[in-house]
């Protein structure tokens, strides 16, 4: 029994140890499957990134500068979802990154940022173009932005959010600046106002582009006009039959009645003639074109408050925005409610009138203010009308408007010259002799004044001759200068000049300057002076060059005193 029990044991040993080794290898063969395929699909994305090169996917990425106030975070991300896509490497992003900047980016990458490794790039980018948006200037922005007339909504949609992302904003806000940038009748964009999130503002955009093309298509087209303004003519039109000779549709050209006159003229509606050989000269037209004229308008002032006025000579009355009424301290009015006519609208009433002092080129006038509601009068603030413009003479020129009291015109000569002026008194001041102290003295120092009279010419003592070189009469009045060829008058300097040495050019300065030999006369004064000036300058060289000598020997003699002097002596020669 023993025997038994040991045996039955060995065999589940064995079977034990068989379903072990069988798990094993099944086991093994998984995690060898496993293995290979990772290794496919390694291989396979790689060769996926390997066949993905920076010219296939260079359409995908956005270039980067960095001038326009882009987000170089938000270029990063889109940046890094290619390359993760190509398997692009650390190195290979570095280098692709850097063939997309532009402008500044570029310029800062290769002289400020000296970035080796793609962080570093990254790090550098990011520091440097990294700006902080004032919340309020995105605001002004999305609120400045419209839509463009041939701009899809999407797209229009898609530039907002671009706009809005530099900021935290909610998403009802970017709705609504989206729909307001949208330029449209309010009626049109009732769809719009009920999107509550960008998701339903995108459905809601499809629909109105829709509704809008479906709008478009149901308008009614005009008739076609050929280019010299003519609607064209329908083929059934063109069958109808016309007399070939004057044109009509009541009769052919075997009926005319004009067939003895000969062919007529489409061109000036003659006979005899064809368009094609017609002389009659064609009237000419000229067109004359003028700028927009703008409105006449004036600055004014009424209790230190400015206004720009609008000088209006049809209206019958002065009228001041409600705004603007009350800025002035809203003062009290009257009674008076006048009905009216005008600013777009008939039935308008005004509120009531006031009466104040209104400034306006210096003068001061008395008018009577008329207030009216802002949604009558929205583009000015204040209109002048005939019940002021009555007591003011209004000048216009070069458009501008000015004021002027009727008391103070003149009957326009006040401004004219004195030339032209047949009472022009002219008034010297008075003397002033307040510094004599003694008053007969002052009295008679006034007549003498006053009394003198320039009468009698004084004599100078120097008196002018001319002296004429020849005894030839002329034909005309003496001159100082002699004409040229007779003689030119020389002054001491060009004697001086001419009585040097002989030049190069042969000729002196003033045949070079005049074109004209000067005839000069020997001087024995001038040429002692010549001589005396010639034996200065003589007499300076050579002293010069005997100087020169001296100095030359002497440094001659120091140096054979120096080299006569033992090297290894410590005594220094002094030569003197």
Known sequence: MEGNDISLEEESDDESED????????????????VYQDRDEYCRRACVGSTLSFRDVEDALESFSGDKGENVERWFESFEEVA??????????????????????????????????????????????SRKVNSGQVHQKLEET???????????????????????????????????????????????YGATSIKELRKR?????????????????????????????????????????????????????????????????????????????PKETCAVSRSEKGKYLKDVSIDGCRFVSLVDTCSDLTFIRADEYARLGSPPLGNCKLRFDGFGS??????????????????????????????????????????????VE??????????????????????????????????????????????????????????????KKRNVGITAKIVLKSDKPVARRPRRLAPRGNGQHVDQVQKYLNSTVNRSTG????????????????EAKIRKLIDEEWAARFEILTSRENHVERERKEVDRVKKACEAVPKEGSAHTSIL
């Open 19 to 34: 379903e072990d080794d069988k798990k094993n290898t099944r086991g093994y063969k998984r995690d060898t499957r496993r």
């Open 507 to 522: 000729k002196t300065p003033f045949q070079l300057l005049v074109g004209v030999e000067m005839q000069v006369r020997e």
């Open 394 to 455: 209004l000048r216009v020129k070069r458009r501008e408007v000015t004021f002027l009291r009727l008391d103070d015109q003149t009957d326009g000569h006040e401004d004219a010259p004195d030339v032209l002026r047949v009472n022009a008194i002219e008034q010297s001041d008075e003397i002033d002799l307040s510094h004599v102290r003694e008053p007969h003295y002052r009295e008679a120092i006034r007549d003498i004044i006053k009394g003198y009279r320039p009468e």
């Open 205 to 281: 955009l499809v629909m109105y582009e829709e509704q809008k093309s479906r709008k478009a298509k149901s308008i009614v087209k005009p008739a076609k006009t050929q280019k010299n303004g003519k609607p064209s003519q329908s083929v059934d039109a063109m069958k109808k039959r016309r007399c070939f000779i004057c044109g009509s549709e009541d009769h052919l050209r075997v009926k005319c009645p004009e067939r003895g006159e000969g062919g007529m003229c489409f061109k000036c509606s003659g006979f005899g003639h064809i368009a094609a050989r017609c002389t009659a000269r």
């Open 146 to 192: 419209k839509k463009e007339s041939d701009e899809a909504c999407l797209a229009y949609m898609y530039r907002m959010l671009e706009i809005a992302s530099h900021v935290d904003m909610e998403e009802e806000a970017k709705v609504e600046y989206i729909v307001d940038g949208i330029i449209d009748d309010e009626n049109n964009k009732a769809i719009l």
């Open 346 to 391: 008939a039935g308008n009433s005004t509120w009531g009138e006031f009466t104040r002092v209104m400034t306006v080129d210096g003068y001061d006038f008395t008018v009577t203010l008329h207030v009216v509601s802002n949604k009558v009068m929205t583009r000015h603030s204040l209109l002048l009308g005939t019940d002021f413009l009555d007591q």
């Open 84 to 129: 993760d896509t190509c398997m692009w490497s650390d190195g290979q992003k570095a280098v692709y990154a850097r063939k997309l900047l532009k402008g500044s980016a570029k310029i800062f990458a290769s002289v400020e940022c000296h970035a080796r490794t793609w962080h570093e790039l990254k790090r550098g980018l990011v520091k440097e173009f």
